[in-house]
């Protein structure tokens, strides 16, 4: 079964840092390039971060710039997205998604694999 998994969300005051990681089985992620998305309630999904297959693109929505950091570790199937000075407007359920040749392109375009999501509170 090809699935990806997220994992890390939890509940974090503002200013605070998460770290939420991708984990792939069934395939192997180091041919897909993969992106961060996230959907906050009432909002559509927004891309968030992605980094191609090599590791050598790194794509941020403006929202996100200085703030997040997309990673890979390819030996371990997995990629991470760390996530400092959270604001409550980072608030959302996370996704992490695997496509091949995606990042870059307009975040509309990625379909390939999901996950089912890790949900992120900022609040006091």
């Known amino acids: 079964q090809l699935q990806l998994e997220e994992s890390g969300g939890g509940l974090v005051q503002p200013g605070g840092s998460l770290r939420l990681s991708c984990a792939g089985s069934g395939f192997t992620l180091e041919f897909y390039d993969i992106g961060w998305f996230r959907q906050a309630p009432g909002k559509g999904r927004e891309g968030v971060a992605c980094?191609?297959?090599?590791?050598?693109?790194?794509h941020y929505a403006d929202s996100v710039k200085g703030r997040f950091t997309i990673s890979r570790d390819n030996d371990k199937n997995t990629a991470h997205l760390q996530m400092n000075s959270l604001k409550p407007e980072d608030t959302a359920d996370y996704y992490c998604?695997?496509?091949?040749?995606?990042?870059?392109?307009?975040?509309?375009?990625?379909?390939?694999?999901w996950g089912q999501g890790t949900q992120v509170t900022v609040s006091p």
């Open positions: 998604a695997a496509d091949p040749y995606s990042c870059g392109s307009s975040w509309s375009a990625w379909a390939g694999y």
């Open positions: 980094i191609d297959s090599s590791g050598s693109l790194l």
